[in-house]
C-alpha cells in the first residue's frame, strides 16, 4: 500500500510544475465538468441527441486524462499503473465510440449495441472505461485519498447501470460526485506542487 505521506511528483518522476503535469492534473478539473455538460444534455434531449454525444466525445477523451493522471502519481514499478495505462486507452477508445454512436442514432439509424458481427466490439470497449474507474479508486485509496476512492468506486459501480439502462437519474448524480470527487483531487494536487 502507497501512503499519503510519501506522495509527491518528484517522488514519480513527474515534476509538478510541469507543462505533462499541468496538463494530468487539469484534466481532473476539465473532464468531470466536460462529461456533466454532457449527462446534463442527455438527460434534457434524450440518449440519442447529437449535441450531448459530441461533448460525450470530448470528455470520454478528456477522462483518458484523468486515468493518466491518477496512474503517473503511482510508483514507475506499480503494476498498478502499466494496467492503468492500458485500461486509459481502452476504456477512452469504448466511451468515445459510445459518444459517437449517439451522434449516429440522432440521424435515424439503429445503436450499434443492438447490431451483431463487429458492432459488438463497443459493448467490451465500453465496459472498460467503469472499470478503469474502478481501479482508479484503488490507486487513490493507496494513495491515501479515501473518500474520493470511494466516491470513484462507487461512481464506477453505477456507471454501467445509469449507461445501459440510459438512467439519467442516475448518470447526472455519477457525474455530479465525479466532479467533487476529481476537483477536489485536482485542487490537493495543485497545492502539493
Do not use: C
Not at 124 to 140: E, K, R
Request: aromatic share 8%.
Amino acid at each position: 500500500m502507497i501512503s499519503a505521506t510519501t506522495e509527491t511528483p518528484s517522488a514519480y518522476g513527474i515534476e509538478g510544475t510541469s507543462p505533462t503535469t499541468k496538463v494530468l492534473t487539469g484534466s481532473l478539473f476539465v473532464a468531470p465538468l466536460i462529461y456533466l455538460a454532457a449527462e446534463s444534455t442527455y438527460a434534457a434531449s434524450g440518449w440519442d441527441d447529437a449535441t450531448a454525444g459530441a461533448i460525450h466525445v470530448i470528455g470520454a477523451i478528456a477522462y483518458g486524462f484523468v486515468i493518466l493522471a491518477v496512474a503517473a502519481r503511482l510508483p514507475s514499478s506499480s503494476r498498478l499503473a502499466a494496467i492503468l495505462l492500458v485500461l486509459a486507452l481502452i476504456g477512452m477508445a469504448g466511451n468515445v465510440a459510445y459518444g459517437f454512436d449517439s451522434v449516429h442514432t440522432s440521424y435515424g439509424d439503429m445503436k450499434l449495441v443492438d447490431r451483431s458481427g463487429a458492432a459488438n466490439l463497443i459493448k467490451p470497449l465500453g465496459l472498460a472505461f467503469p472499470l478503469s474507474l474502478a481501479l482508479v479508486a484503488v490507486a487513490l485509496r493507496g494513495l491515501g485519498h479515501r473518500w474520493q476512492a470511494a466516491t470513484v468506486l462507487a461512481a464506477a459501480v453505477a456507471w454501467p447501470v445509469a449507461h445501459i439502462g440510459d438512467i439519467a437519474e442516475i448518470a447526472v448524480p455519477v457525474s455530479v460526485a465525479l466532479v467533487a470527487a476529481f476537483g477536489s483531487l485536482g485542487l490537493a494536487w495543485t497545492q502539493r506542487s
